[in-house]
């Protein structure tokens, strides 16, 4: 009987990803064409496995419209153009943003002051990201709805479209960035898309395609995981007021709130790699150029890994996630987002004694198995 990936995962995922951790650590998708992996340790072998687990091409699989940088590379370009990027997210750069990033919080929840009600996908989780990545790459905040939209189609995550309805929004976004390229390589400026057109790669300038699709993934990246980050929480906040209460008591909380929800309802759950071998997992055997899909959300539930892995604890003394990823793949702006998501948690904590779901909310998850988190969470908000 065939068995389908898609379709076992939407919209609830955690009991399959249970059940397959119990019964099928190992098994074949026909609808992905490839196997699907659920436990930790085998997430984590093929992560930090490039050599026999490739990315050659995946940027292309799943929820994505085509193959990007990075995402689709392996060493030594995957090196040169990891280089390119992670000198900008330095220490003392971060540190800098840091005073950036609450003030846009603020600025933000200062919008919907003494609102009762308010969707804090469209108030807060979605427009902070794409306002600090809009910053980082020196493209207008003011396009933003543009931005999120490329955005979504690119990773069908708004809506079940076909890629014929997805693909005009694309090459809007790739229309965009093209445009912006010549006055950036006759410039001086120090933003991202500045440093991949004066970077070489291999000794070669990137190319037109390649310095478009690398800005198609530095939008992306900047902020689909943490918009979803934050969403995640916030929705899970909701359904559990002693936790709201537990970090209005104690602030210092915040950061393991933000590695709990990146465990427990990650923004990412699986990436795809190629075998390059064959090579073997619980007796079945992986044969040269066959799929593998490794679920991080399933991963991070792990009971063989996390004590009380399916409760939401603040008290956990070592998590370690794989939601960013593992190895050469990490994700550059995992920092990053981490300060953001506790950045709006602390702003919203200071205003809010309590936050809750309001009756019939006309909350909207995003369609996609890959990267789940809201687009739309209305929340009820009871003034401090």
Known sequence: MARNFVSEILPDPYPHYEAWREKEPIWWAEDSNGWVLSRYDDVFNVLKNPKLFSSKGMGDRGD??????????DPPRHTELRAIISKAFTSRFLNEM??????????ML???EGQPTVDICQALTIPLPVAL????????????????RWSDALTNT?????????????????AYFQSLL???RSGNEDDLISRLVHAEVEGEALSDEDAVGFCMLLLIAGNETTTNLISNFFNYAANHPDLWKELRDDPSKVDAAVEETLRFVSPVHWVARQATADTEFHGQQVKQGELVYVIMGSANRDPRKFDQADEYRLDRKKNDHLTFGH?????????LGRMEARSAIRGMLKRYTS???PAHADNEPTHSTMLRGFHHLWLNLERA
């Open 64 to 73: 994505n419209a085509m193959p990007l940088p990075l995402l689709s590379d």
């Open 98 to 107: 840091s005073d950036e990033i609450d003030r846009l919080v603020e600025g």
């Open 110 to 112: 200062d919008d919907f």
């Open 133 to 148: 990545i809009s910053k980082l790459m020196g493209i207008p905040f003011e396009r933003k709805d543009d931005f999120k």
């Open 158 to 174: 708004a809506s079940n479209q076909t890629m014929e309805e997805r693909m005009p929004e694309i090459m809007a976004m790739a």
């Open 182 to 184: 010549p006055d950036r």
């Open 327 to 335: 190895g050469i793949h990490f994700c550059m702006g995992a920092l």
């Open 355 to 357: 936050i809750g779901h």
